[in-house]
């Protein structure tokens, strides 16, 4: 963290560092003008996030019916998943040069119909080999569109307005896990697994023309040369990273191979930073990194917080069918309570960062998540049934603030030339911890399952990985002690 801090502090960004920016609204010789906040731009952003966020939370639900389809189990069928995050891994360092090459609304068009059009493939395909490729294909296109799509909302965004822009980005992330497993499980019964994949098509279609009717073409920039070796170096790094991730949970050798990619994953990150530091235009501009808003999100805390959050959609449903011994449909109401209460608060959360700035927020609602998950801790088949809603409405409204905190104060004091390389840097973070999330939540389970010398997981492990996970967010939250009060100021309209 100090050594980030202190590179970061100590390199000016310049035009050749992968992000320099022509302000579209600006003509020369004229000063550069404030951009208009657009919310169809927004709406734009939030729809092709949707369509990936639905993609991924409806799968889950067809796996037995694909695996019965191409004739396989439903582990094999895991292969799908893990290619898609790969891939996505892979590209989405490039996504800032390639948008500086052939511009941002372009890269975006392209990705969404690629998108679409590998949505399509996923559900023509007759086997799983062909699956898994079209599932690659998704991934490199859904590799561009999260950074790209970020980044031209916030071209079009003045700071003022950034809390409505990310008011509407957000919402995919929120409905995606409560609209997903229903509509993929009505769709499987009452269709064909494959119309999951298919229902891409029309929302596609229409993000792609909606981007050409709205998304305005801006100024192209001299692109800096192709820094091959620094994307090898980060490609190599994130799959690696993120394959380890995604086995550390299989047992025997197959852990040993998960801890030998992420021990190389980790060395080869190094090598890649050490890289990006020296290299006069690198493929991803660390610069970013020297902003405190971007700091406290993407590193400590802010990581931390983004790791614990994405173990909980995976470690709910175990607790309420091996802990509790419910059948799956019942865990998936109670898992239902925990997202629809993240929901719930989403309509409050600008006046409370307005009231009460983005430093207390973060900070007393990083002990707030504390408490929720000392609380999940504690659940048990006995617990009242009104006192388990509390606890999982306290659980859910905790992270919807803490998250929509997070996303919004990430680019407070980020200048219009470093934005592609945040919204770059942010989007890459973003997948390593939710890969570690769960990687992180199956080991500990794994771990007290050994010590307790149980022949499977039960309440007992269950219960001491969420007090792991309070531990770690009591952790998190004291680091936005240091947090300056007035970061954020211009965006939360809260004045300290």
């Known amino acids: 963290m100090a050594y980030c801090r202190q590179w970061a502090g100590s390199r000016p960004v310049s035009p050749?560092?992968?992000?320099?920016?022509?302000?579209?609204?600006?003509?020369?010789?004229?000063?550069?003008?404030?951009?208009?906040?657009?919310?169809?731009?927004?709406?734009?952003?939030?729809?092709?996030?949707?369509?990936?966020?639905?993609?991924?939370?409806?799968?889950?639900?067809?796996?037995?019916?694909?695996?019965?389809?191409?004739?396989v189990s439903s582990i094999d069928l895991s292969m799908g998943i893990t290619a898609y995050m790969l891939a996505s891994a892979a590209l989405s360092p490039l996504s800032g040069w390639l948008s500086q090459r052939i511009g941002e609304r372009r890269v975006l068009l392209v990705s969404v119909i690629a998108f679409t059009l590998a949505s399509v493939w996923c559900g023509l395909a007759p086997g799983l080999g062909m699956f898994v490729l079209a599932r690659i294909a998704q991934g490199l296109a859904g590799a561009m569109m999260m950074p790209v799509g970020m980044s031209v909302v916030l071209r079009h965004t003045p700071k003022a307005a950034l809390m409505r822009a990310q008011a509407v980005t957000v919402w995919p992330g929120l409905l995606a896990p409560i609209i997903g497993p229903v509509l993929g499980g009505f769709i499987t019964q009452t269709l064909d697994w494959r119309w999951n994949f298919?229902?891409?098509?029309?929302?596609?279609?229409?993000?792609?023309?909606?981007?050409?009717?709205?998304?305005?073409?801006?100024e192209k920039s001299a692109p800096a040369p192709m820094d091959f070796t620094g994307f090898s170096l980060c490609a190599v790094a994130l799959t690696t990273l993120l394959a380890g991730f995604q086995r550390a949970a299989e047992q025997g050798t197959g852990r040993e191979i998960a801890f030998g990619l992420i021990i190389c994953g980790l060395v080869t990150g190094w090598a890649a930073v050490r890289h990006l530091r020296r290299h006069p235009t690198p493929i991803l501009s660390l610069a970013p990194l020297r902003?405190?808003?971007?700091?406290?999100?993407?590193?400590?805390?802010?990581?931390?917080?983004?790791?614990?959050?994405?173990?909980?959609?995976?470690?709910?449903?175990?607790?309420?069918?091996?802990g509790f011994g419910l059948r799956p449909a019942a865990a998936g109401g109670w898992v239902l309570v925990y997202f629809c209460s993240n929901l719930g608060l989403k309509p409050f959360t600008s006046a409370i960062l307005r009231r009460?700035?983005?430093?207390?927020?973060?900070l007393i609602n990083g002990v707030l998540v504390t408490f929720s998950l000392l609380a999940c801790g504690f659940a048990a088949p006995d617990t009242n049934v009104a006192l388990?809603?509390?606890?999982?409405?306290?659980?859910?409204?905790?992270?919807?603030?803490?998250?929509?905190?997070?996303?919004?104060?990430?680019?407070?004091?980020?200048?219009a030339s470093e934005r592609r390389a945040?919204?770059?840097?942010?989007?890459?973070?973003?997948?390593?911890?939710?890969?570690?999330?769960?990687?992180?939540?199956?080991f500990s389970l794994s771990l007290f399952q050994v010590l307790d010398h149980s022949p499977g997981v039960g309440l007992a492990e269950l219960h001491a990985t969420f007090f792991i996970a309070a531990v770690i967010a009591a952790v998190a939250a004291v680091g936005y002690v240091r947090m300056p009060r007035t970061l954020g100021q211009e965006i939360s309209g809260h004045k300290a």
């Open 198 to 218: 298919w229902l891409n098509l029309p929302i596609g279609l229409a993000g792609a023309l909606a981007i050409l009717r709205f998304v305005p073409q801006e």
């Open 16 to 71: 050749s560092s992968g992000s320099f920016q022509i302000n579209m609204n600006s003509r020369p010789g004229t000063p550069s003008a404030q951009p208009r906040y657009s919310p169809m731009i927004a709406l734009i952003m939030a729809a092709t996030s949707f369509m990936q966020n639905l993609d991924g939370a409806i799968i889950n639900t067809s796996l037995p019916q694909m695996a019965r389809s191409f004739g």
């Open 388 to 415: 388990l809603v509390m606890i999982l409405v306290f659980a859910g409204a905790t992270r919807s603030m803490q998250l929509t905190s997070l996303s919004t104060v990430a680019f407070a004091d980020i200048t």
């Open 291 to 322: 902003r405190p808003s971007l700091r406290y999100v993407v590193l400590y805390p802010g990581i931390l917080f983004r790791t614990l959050f994405s173990a909980m959609p995976f470690l709910l449903p175990l607790l309420f069918q091996l």
């Open 356 to 362: 009460f700035g983005f430093r207390n927020v973060l």
């Open 422 to 442: 945040a919204s770059g840097i942010l989007s890459i973070l973003q997948q390593a911890a939710s890969a570690a999330g769960v990687a992180c939540a199956a």
